[in-house]
Nanobody, 117 residues
Framework: QVQLVESGGGLVQAGGSLRLSCVVS??????????VNWYRQAPGKQRELAAL???????TYADSVNGRFTITRDNAKNAVNLQMNNLKPEDTAVYFC?????????WGQGTQVTVSS
């Protein structure tokens, strides 16, 4: 059974940093083939893509986080990290990890990030 576990969320002041991690279990061989996305959903808003990393390591960022967030992957650990710097109150959201492989999506339970002004 595929399981994604996010961690690293919390409460931080504006300008601070957090590092989110997404560890995938139950799908070790396919992890290397997957695109991994970090989505976020703020209260009352639609879920939006914050960043993604492909199997080859190519990255894409939403305009709102470009230059502040960095997504990386560690295939040896089946993990994807999202380093978030210079956080802003508008970054407050639940952050979800999504594994996109073999035309299916697998989701984690999400981790709350709250940025105070």
């Amino acid at each position: 059974q595929v399981q994604l576990v996010e961690s690293g969320g919390g409460l931080v002041q504006a300008g601070g940093s957090l590092r989110l991690s997404c560890v995938v279990s139950g799908f070790t061989l396919a992890f290397r083939l997957a695109t991994v996305n970090w989505y976020r959903q703020a209260p009352g808003k639609q879920r939006e893509l914050a960043a993604l990393i492909t199997s080859s390591g190519s990255t894409t960022y939403a305009d709102s986080v470009n230059g502040r967030f960095t997504i990386t992957r560690d295939n040896a650990k089946n993990a994807v990290n999202l380093q978030m710097n210079n956080l802003k109150p508008e970054d407050t959201a639940v952050y979800f990890c999504d594994l996109d492989v073999f035309n299916r999506d697998y989701w984690g339970q999400g981790t709350q990030v709250t940025v105070s002004s």
